[in-house]
T-cell receptor, first 116, second 111 residues
Framework: GAVVSQHPSRVICKSGTSVKIECRSL??????MFWYRQFPKQSLMLMAT?????????EQGVEKDKFLINHASLTLSTLTVTSAHPEDSSFYIC????????????FGEGSRLTVL | EDQVTQSPEALRLQEGESSSLNCSYT??????LFWYRQDPGKGPEFLFT???AGEEKEKERLKATLTKKESFLHITAPKPEDSATYLC????????????FGSGTQLTVLP
């Protein structure tokens, strides 16, 4: 299947700092990428839809000024958690749309964020 | 609103003991139903996509089936390495292709 790389896999930061997570599609171009958040023992919750060259679409309840998403190229989307607080600690997972016709989504390995 | 319900929440099987996981869904229009496997601390790994009722797909010991209201993931003669959380998700027609996930079934296969 298609390969999606996510970096970093783990990050620990102090409260008030910003953290950037990268999501790359390695062997295909992805006009659309999605960012999910997953709390322990829970399922994936969609945060935002990222389209190359345009502004991201955020789900209800997700603060767009806190979770900045940039999709500057067909293979890279970034999520920046600004002024992070302990409640932002979570597992963040990106996915990329491998084919608009098939609708198949492939996921990155996830990034574990811990805010102290 | 699209909804996905998976059952059971957790399932413990002996090695070789076949079973099925259930995924019930409600969606305005189904574009596709997806099954993923997720290991602890990892992102979901794609298994299958099903597009229409009556469709079946197989991969090694796994077989996925689809009806108009639910999907089953059948596991035949499971092995300990099949232990993982299995996630079901739906993709609605007219959407931007995002997925709505169920809460998953945590499968443990004992040797």
């Amino acid at each position: 299947g298609a390969v999606v790389s996510q970096h970093p896999s783990r990050v620990i930061c102090k409260s008030g700092t910003s953290v950037k997570i990268e999501c790359r599609s390695l062997d295909f171009q992805a006009t659309t990428m999605f960012w999910y958040r997953q709390f322990p023992k829970q399922s994936l919750m969609l945060m935002a839809t990222s389209n190359e060259g345009s502004k991201a679409t955020y789900e209800q309840g997700v603060e767009k000024d806190k979770f900045l998403i940039n999709h500057a190229s067909l293979t890279l989307s970034t999520l920046t958690v600004t002024s992070a607080h302990p409640e932002d600690s979570s597992f963040y997972i990106c996915s990329a749309l491998a084919g608009a016709n098939t609708g198949e989504l492939f996921f990155g390995e996830g990034s574990r964020l811990t805010v102290l | 609103e699209d909804q996905v319900t998976q059952s059971p929440e957790a399932l413990r099987l002996q090695e070789g003991e076949s079973s099925s996981l259930n995924c019930s869904y409600t969606v305005s229009g189904l574009r596709g139903l997806f099954w993923y496997r997720q290991d602890p601390g990892k992102g979901p790994e794609f298994l299958f996509t099903l597009y229409s009722a009556g469709e079946e797909k197989e991969k090694e010991r796994l077989k996925a089936t689809l009806t108009k209201k639910e999907s089953f993931l059948h596991i035949t003669a499971p092995k300990p390495e099949d232990s993982a959380t299995y996630l079901c998700a739906v993709q609605a027609t007219g959407s931007a292709r995002q997925l709505t996930f169920g809460s998953g079934t945590q499968l443990t296969v004992l040797p």
